[in-house]
Each structure stands twice: as C-alpha cells, then as structure tokens.
C-alpha cells in the first residue's frame, strides 16, 4: 500500500488504537471536581464515554470507555497521554490547536513538540469524512470539563 | 408506446464491459486507481441514456405538468405521465397504481402519515379501514431499513398503536414461526422488507401477506433492494402498498415511488396537500382528486420521473432476468469468496442461501470505517457503517460493518479484485 495510507495509519497510530491509554473508566476517588461526556458519531456508530478530574484546575485523570475506528481509539489514546498533569486552560489550547490541525485539509501542519503523539494523527485532516473519528475523544474531553466546573 | 424486448443469452463478462461503456462514472479514477464501484445498494450510477433523457427534457420540453395549455405543457405531461406508464409497467402495476415520490422513504411515511390522518377523522367512513387506535398492533421486522421502522414508530405514537417485530435468528433469517404468533387480530399494518439491504436475504413475501391477509392487515412492502436487482410483479407478489427509490435502479436522485391498488389509494386520505391534487376549494375547505393525483401536490419531480422511466427502460432492455442471474454469480463469488478468507464474518444467511447481490462483512480486529478507507484506498466505493439497520446490527452484535453490493455494470474480476484487497486489511492493520 502507498505512502497516503500509510501516511494516515502510522504505525504509532496503530500502536495507540490496540494499547489505548486510559482506556476503562475510572471510579472518582472524592478528590476535586469529575465531568463526564459521551459522544457518538451517528454515521458509524463510533462511540466514548470520557471522564476527566480536576484538582484545584489540574487534569488528574482522564479514563475512558469507548468502541470505534482505529482513528477514533488511537486519538482517545493519544489525548489521554498529552493533557493528563495539565492545567485545564492548557488543555484547552491543546483541543483547540489539535481542532485546527485537523480541519485544514493538510494545510496545517502538526507541531509534534506540542501535540505530542497525536501529532501522528495529522493525515487524518486529508480526509473530511474521518475528522469527526479524530474530535470524538477530544469533544468529549472539552464537555467532560464544562461538566466538572459545574 | 413500444416495449423493449431483452435478449435470452445470460449476462457475461463481455457483455457487462459492453454496458459499462453507458456509464461515463465507471472510467473514473479514485486515488489513482480505475474505480470499483460496489455501493450501488446505496445509490447507483446512471447511464447515458438516462443522463441524456433528463437533459433533453430541460433542452425541450421544461415546464409545469397538470397546467397551463400551452404547447411545452403538454409536452411535459405526456412525457410525465409515459414515464409513469413505463414504472408501472416495470413493477407489474397499472398506471393509476403509481405515485411519484422523492424516495421510497417518502413512500412509507405517505403510507404511515395517511394512516396518522384517517386516526384523526380525515377521509371521512372511507378511511375507516386506515384508522388505528389503542388496540391495534403495527407489525414490522428487525432486519428493517430505518426507513420501514421510523414511520412506524412514530405512527404508533402518535396513534396509541402498539408496534410490534418478527425478530431475526443468529444468521439474519426472519423468524417465520414467530411471525404467526405476531401477526394476529389486532394487527393491522404488516410492513416488512422485500430484500435486506445488510443480509441480501430475499424475504418470503407469499407466507406473510398469507398471514396478514388471514387477519386483514394491510401489507407494506419496502422494495427498494428488490426492484433494482430482480423482476418484479407486483400484483404476483399480492401486496397491498410498495415502495422503491429511483437512484437505486440507475434513475436520478429525488425520484421514488409508492404503489398502491387505486382502490386503497383512493379511500386514503392525502399526505402532502397543496396545488394539483384538488378539484373545488373554498376557503373553508378542499375536495381532493382521485389517485395518484391527490398524493401529488405542488410542482412535480418531472425530469426526474422521465430519467427514471429512461432507466427502466435501459434495465427492461437488458432483461430483469439477465441482471439477477448475473448479481446471483457476483453475489456468490462475493459470499464464497469473502467466506474463505480467515478473520472475516459474513453477515445472514450461509454461501448457497438466495439472495442479491450484496454482502455485508465484519473483519475481526479492524473496525469497518478502516476497511472503507483502506479499499478507497486501492479504489474500491463500499459502504461502511450499520447501512440505516442499527437494530439488524445489534442483533448480530455488531455496531458497524462493511458492505459490497453489485450492479449489472460489475463484472467478476471487480469482485476478485474486492476480495484480493479485503485480504490485506488485516495483514495492514497489524492484527493476526
């Protein structure tokens, strides 16, 4: 297969979708504030429950449990790994740097000293019909921490 | 008005090559790869003739049909209302029997809606026989189409109705025996699918109009995967209401139609009301035309019904018969072929089975979006996701899975070189 598919399919990418960091919800220990979201893509079926803890505006932990694409399932991965230890407006600059990456059709590239490992998932943005596999953790991550500043 | 005669020989691979010179689309490239086309239970693609007929009727004829008198108008209402005679004539109905559509599902919810309106009072002692209430049942199947289920649903709620299904076994086949303790003497509306646009599983249409007749339920049937691909008769089939999309059959988009014997058709009340379905309006009320025109309102889809009588004209000349031999040969290469090929689940009924041309599969370890992009990849159109059947899914536990479906253009090396592909995905993906 060509460099496109592989390009899309990074082998990192792949790794993520089958280890799947945070993958499990966790029980809230008491400590802080707890939101929780659930997305799902209706096209497909690809779904996620996500929970985030904030301490004293810290992300302590970010679990989850979901079904989907290797695309969706490596991107919840990759999130787990990048914002957990962060500071929540951190946090959100990454989801939004990470949304701007994807919606550029390839135009934007991806900073992987600041995305990390999702900077694999930057082939996603060539193909529109799969940018909403890349978002779903990330929405859900962004709803989950609404929900705990509640 | 001539009718096209087929040849008797069956289908081959060199005559399909010869047809797929009539569909421009098929030249195609995607990502540098000569396009294989395997969506067509989605939508399929059309040929010149049927491009041609639409364009010619905007060159020459465009106007208003059911109005006006001058020469264009006349043109484009004899043109209409031919086209209308030749899809009539295609499913066996008489010409009164046919209304146009979008699409088949707005066939069903005209079928449910009129339902909705007879509960209300609408259409007077006429109508009675559409009137549910509390104590009436709405029978449809689990492999449905969103589109037979949805209408459904929301006709009971709105009625107080109870809607009840025949429940699918593990391989997808309607369960026949629970059907007869389903169908009873509340039941009033069995609607059901002709062809199972995920299992390809042609349904026994015969035993449960048998059963809803014993009880004198109405019969919807949702035809949309049956039309396209093998002959219909509708008359055969003894259904009282059918419904089937245009862009299915190698017509336009926008374009569908409802068949219904005019005697029901004419004691139901209309869904959509507006101009041309009427004869006297004051300002109180409206009296409304006989069927088909009262299900028409407003300005029709007239180039579209024309492209679509072109397309079943096309599909008349090939041979109806010629076609569902020739999707039963791909089908059963698909089946067989997919079958063999390790990690790979093919959903309904076992290789040998009837059925259309069309299998959905489920490849363990890769979700069904990665094996779309991965034939799109090799140039491959399929389907991927639950194909508008979440609950069929569900029941076979599964959320998503990925369909091929054939079209009297495929030929086998298309299927052979669709399954070549299929088994590199897992070997792509890492998973063992």
Redo the contacts between chains.
């Keep these: ?2 460099d ?2 592989q390009q ?2 990074q082998q990192i990418i ?1 790794d993520h979708a ?1 280890e799947r960091h945070g993958a499990g919800l966790l029980d809230h220990d008491g400590a802080g504030n707890q939101g929780q979201s659930h997305q799902l893509n209706p ?4 779904e996620i429950t996500l929970r985030a803890v904030l301490v004293d505006n810290t992300l302590t932990s970010v679990s989850w449990d979901g ?5 969706s399932m490596s991107s919840a991965s990759v999130l787990t790994d990048l914002v957990v230890g962060e500071d929540r407006d951190r946090v959100m600059d990454l989801v939004d740097e990470f949304r701007t990456v994807m919606r550029s059709r390839g135009r934007v590239p991806a900073d992987e000293e600041v995305l990390g490992d999702a900077a694999a998932l930057a082939g996603v943005s060539k ?1 529109p019909a ?1 940018v909403k ?1 890349a978002m779903l953790a990330w929405v859900a991550l962004e709803e989950a921490l609404l929900a705990a500043n509640q | 008005m001539s009718i096209p005669s087929a040849p008797h020989h069956p289908l081959s691979n060199t005559e399909v090559q010869r047809i797929r010179n009539d569909f421009p689309i098929l030249d195609t490239e995607v990502n540098s790869r000569p396009l294989i086309y395997l969506d067509s239970g989605a939508t399929s693609q059309n040929p010149l003739s049927v491009l041609e007929a639409e364009q010619e009727f905007y060159e020459q004829r465009n106007s208003a049909v059911h109005r006006g008198a001058h020469t264009l108008a006349v043109e484009a209402t004899d043109a209409y209302e031919a086209a209308r005679e030749t899809i009539a004539a295609f499913v066996g109905a008489a010409v009164d029997e046919i209304v146009w559509t979008s699409n088949a599902t707005e066939a069903l919810n005209l079928v449910a809606y009129s339902f909705s309106n007879a509960s209300v009072g609408r259409g007077g002692p006429a109508a009675e026989r559409f009137v549910l209430g509390p104590d009436d049942e709405i029978v449809v199947t689990e492999m449905e189409h969103h589109a037979n289920l949805i209408p459904w649903q929301e006709l009971a709620a709105r009625t107080g109705a109870t809607l009840r299904w025949i429940p699918v076994d593990d391989d997808g086949a309607l369960r026949l025996e629970d059907a007869a303790a389903i169908i009873g003497p509340a039941t009033r509306v069995v609607a059901f699918t002709h062809a199972s646009n995920v299992l390809g599983t042609i349904n026994p249409v015969a035993e449960l109009v048998a059963m809803a007749r014993q009880h004198g339920a109405l019969t919807v049937l949702d035809a949309c995967q049956s039309v396209p691909h093998l002959p219909v008769d509708v008359h055969a089939l003894g259904v009282d209401f059918m419904a089937f999309s245009g862009h299915k059959m190698l017509g336009p988009t926008g374009i569908g139609a409802l068949y219904g014997s005019a005697e029901l058709l004419n004691a139901m009340p209309p869904f959509l009301t507006g101009g041309s379905m009427i004869t006297t309006v004051t300002m109180e009320r409206a009296e409304y035309l006989e069927a088909p025109a009262r299900f028409e309102a407003g300005t029709q889809r007239i180039s579209q019904a024309i492209a679509l009588a072109a397309a079943a004209n096309y599909l008349t000349e090939t041979g109806m018969h010629r076609v569902q031999d020739w999707e039963e040969t791909l089908g059963r290469q698909l089946v067989e072929g997919l079958s063999q090929l390790p990690g790979i689940r093919v959903l309904g009924p076992a290789a040998g089975t009837e059925r259309i041309g069309l299998a959905a599969f489920d490849v363990e370890g890769v979700h069904a979006h990665d094996v779309g992009q991965y034939l799109d990849h090799a140039g491959i159109a399929v389907r991927v996701g639950h194909h508008c059947a979440q609950p069929l899914h569900r029941r076979l536990g599964l959320t998503a899975t990925t369909r091929a479906s054939t079209y009297l253009y495929n030929t086998s090396d298309e299927v052979d070189a669709f399954l070549a592909a299929v088994a590199n995905v897992r070997p792509f993906f890492g998973v063992k």
């Design positions: 297969m060509s496109d598919l899309l399919y792949l089958k096209v497909c079926g690809d079904a989907g694409c290797a695309i193909y799969r596999c």
